[in-house]
């Protein structure tokens, strides 16, 4: 099982990235998915998005609608479209195979990706 994420990259505040998650070694559409991000000087990461089997999604309500996340069957892809990105999202952000909590509150995953960083700057 293996998961890449790439898309991440410089932006400036008000604007939008991609970030794509491939996955190799099972179909996205049988497990849940999830996207996670750890900003700097965070000791945990914190949970964004998740797409479950049945193609239902739950978001973090502090994202307050401005991330969604989707998946393609055919490309066995996991995506999460950024919009209206601020300074605060810069993060390294993790794709995660069947994402849950520790009892101590943080993210565990059956795998993770190796992330991919977005900075968000002027």
């Known amino acids: 099982v293996q998961l890449v994420e790439s898309g991440g990259g410089l932006v400036q505040p008000g604007g939008s990235l991609r970030l794509s998650c491939a996955a190799s070694g099972f179909t996205v559409s049988s497990s849940a998915m999830s996207w996670a991000r750890q900003a700097p000087g965070k000791r945990r990461r914190e949970w964004l998005s998740t797409i479950y089997r049945d193609g239902n999604t739950a978001r973090s309500p502090s994202l307050k609608g401005r991330f969604t996340i989707s998946r393609d069957n055919g490309k066995n892809t996991v995506s999460l479209q950024m919009n209206t990105l601020q300074s605060e999202d810069t993060g390294v952000y993790y794709c995660?195979?069947?994402?849950?909590?520790?009892?101590?509150?943080?993210?565990?995953?059956?795998?993770w990706g190796q992330g991919t960083q977005v900075t968000v700057s002027e």
């Open positions: 995660a195979k069947n994402l849950t909590w520790a009892p101590d509150g943080n993210l565990v995953a059956d795998y």
